[in-house]
């Protein structure tokens, strides 16, 4: 357990925008897996700051971190709209993912916002909280069956056939909420041919739900995936939120590969995907430490020591 001197001297590290963003992206993830009052404060304090990325990724943990606390912070944000849209999404997805029915109301209102992606967000978090109202299980018994260990915008379908998954997942007729649950599916079957077929899910016509896609690419981290996250990094005319969630996955898998195309664009004129590239060959360079994990795009500390002295 940290104190609150060790957690004070994390959450300087944090907040301080004259330090290397990956630093601060290791200060963040350290708080997130401290958890508690002092760690949700210190995260909460960020969204000052000038990096969308980094906004998007503290909202991103309030989420995971599934602490009510946290949602004061998180519905500021969401209702701001001097906040960036990648921002206000990732507000929505984590208001979303701590799973209390005290935000449905406020969900559903901005569930009708100008801006799609967040829009379509908050679609979805409704959708996660009324699943999750009906007390609905898996086959399995669970929750959410996901061996992944990140709270997820929708639970997978309980389909098990790879072309079925495909057809709903690509099926642009359908609620967004359901294709969500198909691609959850496909992520959870891990093989290669799931793989090929989220990559088909690049394609799509929303832009939250390629982000998605890239995101759940990271997190499966198989190499079949890079040619359909690299095609949608190189996309000069993509939305950034896309391309910077396939930069974050192509860390992930973290190949010689990945390593050429991300330092390539590392000095994009997008901000959040210069940063992203930049947050992703840090992954690599830290993939063996000692001190910290990435995995699935998220820092999991094995030792704090570095931070915590």
């Not at 404060?41 to 990724?57: N, R, T, V």
């Not at 309030?62 to 960036?84: S, Y």
């Not at 088909?200 to 016509?205: A, H, P």
């Not at 391309?243 to 590392?266: F, P, T």
Request: proline share 4%; hydrophobic share 40%.
């Amino acid at each position: 357990m940290a104190s609150s001197e060790q957690v004070l001297a994390i959450g300087r590290v944090l907040v301080d925008p004259g330090l290397n963003l990956t630093q601060r992206f290791r200060a963040l993830f350290t708080l997130k897996n401290l958890g508690g009052a002092e760690a949700i404060e210190w995260i909460s304090k960020g969204f000052s700051d000038e990096s969308a990325l980094l906004k998007h990724e503290l909202a991103y943990c309030l989420g995971q971190m599934q602490d009510t606390r946290a949602i004061p912070a998180l519905t500021l944000v969401l209702k701001d709209t001097q906040q960036e849209p990648m921002v206000r999404h990732e507000a929505g997805e984590a208001l979303g993912a701590i799973g209390d029915i005290q935000v449905l109301d406020l969900l559903k209102e901005y569930s009708k916002d100008p801006v799609i992606e967040v829009a379509e967000t908050c679609q979805l978090a409704v959708g996660r909280l009324e699943w999750l109202q009906r007390g609905e299980q898996l086959e399995d018994g669970s929750t959410d069956g996901n061996p992944y260990s990140s709270v997820d915008p929708a639970p997978p379908a309980v389909r098990s056939k790879t072309s079925e998954l495909r057809s709903i997942l690509l099926d642009e007729s359908l609620p967004l909420f359901e294709r969500y649950r198909a691609m959850f599916a496909l992520r959870n079957l891990g093989t290669e041919e799931a793989v090929l077929a989220l990559g088909d899910g690049l394609q799509c016509s929303s832009a939250l739900f390629r982000h998605e896609i890239g995101y759940v690419l990271g997190q499966m981290q198989h190499p079949a995936a890079v040619p359909a996250l690299r095609a949608a990094l190189e996309r000069s005319g993509e939305n950034p939120m896309v391309r910077h969630e396939a930069a974050e996955a192509l860390g992930s898998i973290g190949k010689d590969e990945c390593l050429a195309v991300l330092q390539r664009y590392r000095g994009d004129q997008e901000r959040v995907v210069k940063e992203s590239c930049e947050v992703a060959l840090d992954m690599l360079d830290y993939e063996n430490s000692d001190q910290f994990q990435y995995a699935d795009g998220l820092v999991k500390v094995k030792e704090c020591s570095q931070l915590l002295c």
